[in-house]
């Protein structure tokens, strides 16, 4: 069964930066489209941005400008780096991976906490 393992949450003041990493593993079929989304006490999961295996992103307009997608296919693993967090960007943050054949999991997800 495929699994996807983050890493890189935690605490930081506003202002920081944090890294976010997710790799997919058993699996040897590749990987469509990879992203991370987010979700905040309350709120519903939110797309936080996504790139296709040929490299195409997509950010939500919240954190255009302060984070940045990128993926390592060789790897099956894919990075968000995060500058200037805000308190508002406070939440779990939720890795996606589209497997060809498999279909699409979820990871376990990183605790992302801004202190203002």
């Known amino acids: 069964q495929v699994q996807l393992v983050e890493s890189g949450g935690g605490l930081v003041q506003a202002g920081g930066s944090l890294r976010l990493s997710c790799a997919a593993s058993?699996?040897?079929?590749?990987?469509?489209?990879m992203g991370w989304y987010r979700q905040a006490p309350g709120k519903e999961r939110e797309l936080v941005a996504t790139i296709s295996s040929g490299g195409v992103i997509n950010y939500a307009d919240s954190v255009k400008g302060r984070f940045t997608i990128s993926r390592d296919n060789a790897k099956n693993t894919v990075y968000l780096q995060m500058n200037n967090l805000k308190p508002e960007d406070t939440a779990v943050y939720y890795c996606?991976?589209?497997?060809?054949?498999?279909?699409?999991?979820w990871g376990q997800g990183t605790q992302v906490t801004v202190s203002s």
């Open positions: 058993r699996t040897s079929f590749g990987i469509n489209d």
């Open positions: 996606n991976a589209d497997v060809r054949v498999f279909g699409k999991y």
